[in-house]
């Protein structure tokens, strides 16, 4: 776009404006891919010793119980966090997690060998780690 101004022409938008709003643009939509796609690539693993024992998605509320020879521990997930609500562990660590929500988090009960794991898609975690590392 050009303006006649005091008589020469005045260049109101320069090549650098253009490349800043592309990058703007560029990393909006990137953020916008990963805040859409993610949700749906979050899972909550539960481990026994080592073991994936059942796997619940992270944006869908419920109630858990895991049960094992040791006894049970009832997991909740409500609204993208996850946490140890009951358990009939000999020390209850578990409970005192509070809730965790991100990649990578887990809650521990050593009595009873579960894990309660978050997950995520593995390119998911790829772009997250990349963005994370610049
Ligand atoms: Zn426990």
Same mark, same amino acid.
């Given at each position: 776009m050009k303006r006649i101004e005091n008589g020469k022409q005045v260049k109101l938008i320069t090549k650098g404006d253009i490349l800043l709003l592309a990058a703007v643009a560029f990393f909006a939509i990137i953020g916008l891919v990963i805040w859409l796609i993610q949700? &749906?690539?979050e899972v909550v693993c539960v481990y026994r010793n080592g073991k994936r024992i059942a796997e619940y998605a992270l944006h869908k509320d419920g109630v858990y119980t895991v049960t094992c020879e040791a006894g049970f521990n009832t997991v909740t997930v409500k609204g993208g966090t996850v946490c140890v609500t009951e358990a009939d562990c000999s020390n209850g660590v578990c409970m005192r997690y509070g809730a965790i929500s991100r990649v990578? &988090?887990? @809650?521990?009960?050593?009595?009873?060998? @579960?894990?309660v794991k978050i997950e995520g898609n593995s390119g998911i975690d790829a772009i997250l780690s990349w963005e994370f590392s610049v």
């Open positions: 949700p &749906q690539g990578g &988090q887990s @809650i521990v009960c050593a009595p009873h060998g @579960i894990t």
